[in-house]
């Protein structure tokens, strides 16, 4: 297990950025893979970025590729999301999440892994609000 705690949410204007760090209480290597999601009021948790923690290839959702960047910084056990361009729409919580190891990536496409069950240890959450 693994505890996560998220921080850099905030209110900015359309078109702004923000950079959310997720700290992890330790290495994550054995975690596989993270992710980021969010979830809306009244809507269902949404995956929109995941990467394997070897530093291979990162994912993205469709409705934040080109706008959102993540990455890692081993070394400090820590993921970040870097949101550029945000709309109104992005107004969310904003989740970090550890994946339940390399057996799970093995058999699972990267799309996959953005389903929230593929997810066991989950920070507590950043806001983010985007006024128009």
């Known amino acids: 297990q693994v505890q996560l705690m998220e921080s850099g949410g905030g209110s900015v204007q359309a078109g702004g950025s923000l950079r959310l760090s997720c700290l992890a209480s330790?290495?994550?290597?054995?975690?596989?893979?993270m992710a980021w999601f969010r979830q809306a009021p009244g809507k269902e948790r949404e995956g929109i970025a995941v990467?394997?923690?070897?530093?291979?290839?990162?994912y993205y959702t469709q409705s934040v590729k080109g706008r959102f960047t993540m990455s890692q910084d081993n070394a400090k056990n820590t993921v970040y999301l870097q949101m550029n361009n945000l709309k109104s729409e992005d107004t969310a919580m904003y989740y970090c999440?550890?994946?339940?190891?390399?057996?799970?990536?093995?058999?699972?496409?990267?799309?996959?892994?953005?389903?929230?069950?593929?997810?066991?240890?989950w920070g507590q959450g950043t806001q983010v609000t985007v006024s128009s």
């Open positions: 330790r290495n994550t290597d054995s975690s596989g893979y």
């Open positions: 999440a550890a994946g339940r190891g390399l057996s799970v990536a093995i058999k699972t496409s990267i799309q996959g892994l953005l389903a929230a069950d593929k997810y066991d240890d």
């Open positions: 990467a394997y923690t070897n530093g291979g290839f990162t």
